[in-house]
C-alpha cells in the first residue's frame, strides 16, 4: 500500500490474485482494510496536576484531565503510565483512544512534597505527552505545651504518681482517644495512638488524649523543676517547665464544686440533681463517706510505679491526713490507693454527729499542704 497520496482516514479496497497455471485457475478475491494515520499528535487539557491531603491526613480527591488528538478528529490509540518514588500515583484513561479522560489519583501520601509523572504514549510510538503531578505535603504542626496542673484540684506544677493535666495546642494530630486499649496485662501504656507524654525524662502515662488536652498519671520522678513534653507524630514540643512537689493533694471533682464522694456501699454522695435523671443521696450526719481524690504523695509501703495498683496490699498514706468539714475536724478512718487502679486515692472519714444540714466547705491536709479551697460537701440529715 502506497499511502503517500492519500488524506488521514480509514480505506477498504477489493484485490483479485489471479495464479497462471497451465489448467488455468480461478481468480481469488481478498479484501484489504488499513488507516492511514496522519499528522496528528497526543494533546492534553493541562500539562500539571496539583494535590495536598484531606482534612486529617485523607487521601484527596481524584482529579481529571482530557486527551485528544491535535486535530481534534483524528482517533488515536495509546497508553497510560504512571510514575512516582514510592507508587503514590495512579492513572487511568477511558477508553484508551482519543477523545478520552484521564484520571488520576494518589493511592498513599508521601511524607513530604513529592512530584510524579503520567505519560501518555501514542499506541505506535509516534508521540507522547507528559503530565506533571506534584503532592504538597501539608505544614506540620508541633504541639504546643500552655498548662500543666492537677487534674483534680487544678494547682499548677505536678506531683509524682498523680493525675495530671496538660493543656495546650496540636496536642495530637486531630486524634481524641482514651488508653483502655492500650493496656498490657496491669502496665499503664506509656502512649496512646503515637501520642506520649515526657516529665524529667520518663514516661508518663497518658489517660486522655485530645487536640487540646491530655489527662496522664505523672512517673515516679523527683521533686524541683521538671521539663515537659508531648511527643505526637508529627514531633515533639519544646520543653514546658514546671514544679514537681511531693503532694498535691485534691479531691476529683463533680458538678456545683461538690467532690467526688460516695457512701459506704459506693453509691454517689452527692446533693440530689446533681446528675439529671440520677437520684443521689447527700451524707449524712455522724455517716462515713469515702472521698476519691489524687496527689496525696508516697505510700507505707511505695506502690510499684508504672502499673495499675496491686490487689493483696494496702498502700496506706503514711500519716493520716487532717481533714476539715465546715472548719470542723473528722475522724479520718483511713487513707490509701485504690486497689487495680491508677493514682487513685481513697479517704474516708466520719461525718460529725452534729453537722447541721447544708454545704459545707471541705479541706484536706497532707503533710502540711492543703487541698484547694472551694469544695462544699451536701450534707443532710
Known amino acids: 500500500v502506497d499511502a503517500s497520496s492519500l488524506q488521514p482516514g480509514a480505506y477498504k479496497e477489493d ?5 497462471h497455471c497451465p489448467a488455468g485457475c480461478p481468480s481469488v478475491g481478498v479484501s484489504v482494510t488499513f488507516t492511514v494515520m496522519g499528522s496528528a499528535t497526543l494533546a492534553l487539557s493541562t500539562s500539571t496536576l496539583s494535590f495536598t491531603s484531606g482534612p486529617n491526613n485523607t487521601l484527596p480527591a481524584a482529579q481529571t484531565a482530557q486527551i485528544t488528538a491535535s486535530d481534534n478528529t483524528t482517533p488515536i490509540s495509546f497508553t497510560v503510565n504512571a510514575s512516582s518514588t514510592g507508587n503514590w500515583l495512579k492513572a487511568t484513561a477511558n477508553p484508551l483512544t482519543t477523545p478520552a479522560t484521564l484520571t488520576v489519583s494518589l493511592t498513599s501520601l508521601p511524607a513530604q512534597d513529592s512530584s510524579g509523572t503520567v505519560t501518555i504514549q501514542q499506541a505506535n510510538g ?20 500552655t498548662k500543666v496542673f492537677n487534674a483534680a484540684g487544678y494547682q499548677p506544677g505536678l506531683t509524682p504518681g498523680t493525675f495530671i493535666t496538660i493543656q495546650g495546642s496540636n496536642l495530637t ?12 496485662s496491669n502496665q499503664l501504656p506509656t502512649a496512646i495512638d503515637g501520642v506520649s507524654v515526657t516529665i524529667g525524662g520518663k514516661l508518663a ?28 507524630p508529627n514531633g515533639a514540643s519544646a520543653p514546658f517547665s514546671t514544679v514537681s512537689t511531693q503532694v498535691s493533694p485534691a479531691f476529683f471533682p463533680f458538678p456545683n464544686n461538690q467532690p467526688v464522694a460516695t457512701h459506704g456501699d459506693y453509691s ?13 443521696i447527700p451524707a449524712k450526719p455522724g455517716e462515713f463517706i469515702i472521698l476519691w481524690g489524687t496527689g496525696f504523695g508516697p505510700t507505707s509501703p511505695p506502690a510499684p510505679p508504672g502499673v495499675e495498683v496491686p490487689f493483696g496490699q494496702i498502700y496506706n498514706l503514711p500519716i493520716l491526713p487532717v481533714l476539715t468539714l ?9 487513707a490509701a490507693l485504690v486497689n487495680g487502679g491508677a493514682a487513685e486515692y481513697q479517704v474516708s472519714f466520719q461525718v460529725p454527729a452534729s453537722m447541721q444540714n447544708g454545704d459545707w466547705p471541705l479541706t484536706v ?3 502540711g499542704v492543703a487541698s484547694p479551697t472551694g469544695v462544699l460537701l451536701t450534707i443532710h440529715n
Do not use: H, R
Open 173 to 184: 494530630p486531630g486524634v481524641t482517644d482514651v488508653w483502655d486499649k492500650f493496656f498490657v
Open 365 to 367: 491536709l497532707v503533710n
Open 326 to 334: 465546715n472548719y470542723q475536724p473528722c475522724l479520718v478512718y483511713g
Open 126 to 145: 509516534a508521540s507522547s505527552a507528559v503530565i506533571t503531578v506534584n503532592y504538597k505535603a501539608p505544614a506540620v504542626t508541633l504541639p504546643v505545651i
Open 268 to 280: 454517689l454522695a452527692a446533693k440530689n440533681g446533681t446528675f439529671p435523671g440520677t437520684t443521689t
Open 15 to 19: 484485490a483479485a490474485i489471479t495464479l
Open 205 to 232: 502515662s497518658p489517660s486522655y488524649i485530645s487536640p487540646t488536652q491530655i489527662n496522664a498519671v505523672a512517673p515516679d520522678i523527683g521533686l524541683g523543676s521538671m521539663s515537659v513534653t508531648v511527643t505526637t
